[in-house]
């Protein structure tokens, strides 16, 4: 049983809303410059099972009760993959073991479908936020 619930509900609003943020960066378009934003495999939903599924909540963290929301910022480049994995959360505003787990997690996600300007497959910069709660 898990101890700790991740993003479901968060990250559903924020999608919803559009606030899964794509920004410019470079040579990176923004969720205003692209035909079509990038998509994870399989939808949100998928999204959502994989990061409960690979999410383990930080056995430090656990014991201090800490809960927090981690904000990750990372780049889908034109072949779908994530690349530029970064935390826009402040270790002194939260864990560094909840960063490193968020950061661990969105690594290794699989290949997402890229995003798509004027028919040609364009990088991304997206920010996701990760929300740690203890049941």
Known sequence: MKT??????????????GSMMAQS????????????????????TELVGYLGNTIKYPEGAKKAGAEATIFIKFVVDKKGKVTKVSSMSKEEDTREDMIM?????????????????DGKKVACEMVLPIKFKLN
């Open 101 to 117: 787990e968020a950061i661990r997690v969105i690594k290794s996600m699989p290949n997402w479908m890229p995003a798509e300007k």
């Open 4 to 17: 700790f619930n991740t993003i479901a509900v968060l990250l559903i609003c924020l999608l919803s809303s």
């Open 25 to 44: 960066k470079n040579d990176v378009a923004t969720k205003h410059e692209v035909d079509k934003m990038p998509e994870y495999p399989g939808g949100m």
